[in-house]
C-alpha cells in the first residue's frame, strides 16, 4: 500500500458516507473531505519546502568542497 493509499481511510469515508442521511451530515461529510484534503496538501507542500531547503544546503557544501 502506498503513502497516498494510507493516508485515505475508504472504509472510514463509507462508514461517515453511509451515516450522512440528511443534507446537514452530507454537507459536514464535504467539509471533512475538503479540510482533510488541505491538510494533506499543506503537509505535501511543507515536505517539498524542506527537501528543496536540504538539497540547497548540499548543493552549498558541495560548492565549497570543490574549490
Known amino acids: 500500500m502506498g503513502d497516498d493509499e494510507a493516508e485515505f481511510d475508504i472504509e472510514r469515508y463509507r462508514a461517515l458516507l453511509a451515516q450522512a442521511d440528511d443534507e446537514q451530515s452530507r454537507l459536514a461529510l464535504i467539509e471533512l473531505l475538503i479540510e482533510e484534503n488541505a491538510r494533506d496538501r ?12 536540504q538539497a540547497e544546503i548540499i548543493r552549498r ?6 574549490t
Not at 42 to 53: C, G, I, K
Not at 61 to 66: D, M
Open 42 to 53: 499543506m503537509a505535501a507542500d511543507e515536505a517539498r519546502r524542506q527537501a528543496l531547503s
Open 61 to 66: 557544501l558541495l560548492g565549497n568542497h570543490s
